[in-house]
């Protein structure tokens, strides 16, 4: 265990763990703001503009357009956080990630309701918003859907099982 910890100090195993979190943080970041976009634009509609401007269309469109920023700004908050960090310390995150169930979990459930949902919204609203706006919307309002699920899981007593971490050896960061 040792050895293949030592490799850590290698240019590209810090390169490849950047990789890692900047698509985990980009991941994370649509996963968070298809949950957050769809209340938030129906709340700023209703108080801007009122019940009339608020339709389907515009819902799925603020929602896939929120996780398109998540996606840019998930990847490029994790890439500043990991490029520039120790790659010692960005090293044992990425061990701790890869051990996290609760987030392997969450991650499941996102992608399963996102692409459930990428089908189901536009079976039932064909006419009353773009393709695009159906797919991809119904893919980030999925996306949310299966966050809640996994939360809801949680709470209600079915937590991810844990996973020991491994031990990570003593070692002086180069």
Do not use: C
Request: positive net charge; glycine residues 10%.
């Amino acid at each position: 265990m040792s050895d293949d910890f030592a490799i850590a100090a290698t240019p590209q195993t810090h390169a490849a763990d950047i990789e890692y979190f900047v698509r985990r943080g980009m991941t994370k970041g649509y996963q968070l703001l298809s949950l957050l976009t769809p209340p938030v634009y129906t709340v700023f509609a209703l108080t801007r503009y009122g019940r009339s401007h608020i339709n389907v269309n515009r819902l799925l469109r603020a929602t896939w357009l929120g996780g398109s920023v998540g996606i840019v700004g998930g990847g490029a908050f994790e890439y500043a956080r990991s490029a520039y960090s120790n790659p010692y310390k960005v090293r044992v995150r990425r061990l701790h990630a890869t051990y996290d169930t609760s987030s392997i979990r969450a991650d499941d459930h996102s992608t399963i309701g996102g692409i459930l949902f990428a089908v189901i919204t536009p079976a039932l609203f064909w006419k009353r918003a773009t393709s695009l706006n159906l797919i991809l919307g119904g893919a980030g309002l999925g996306s949310a859907v299966g966050l809640i699920v996994h939360y809801t899981r949680t709470v209600t007593g079915d937590p991810a099982p844990t996973v020991p971490v491994p031990e990570i050896p003593p070692s002086t960061p180069h």
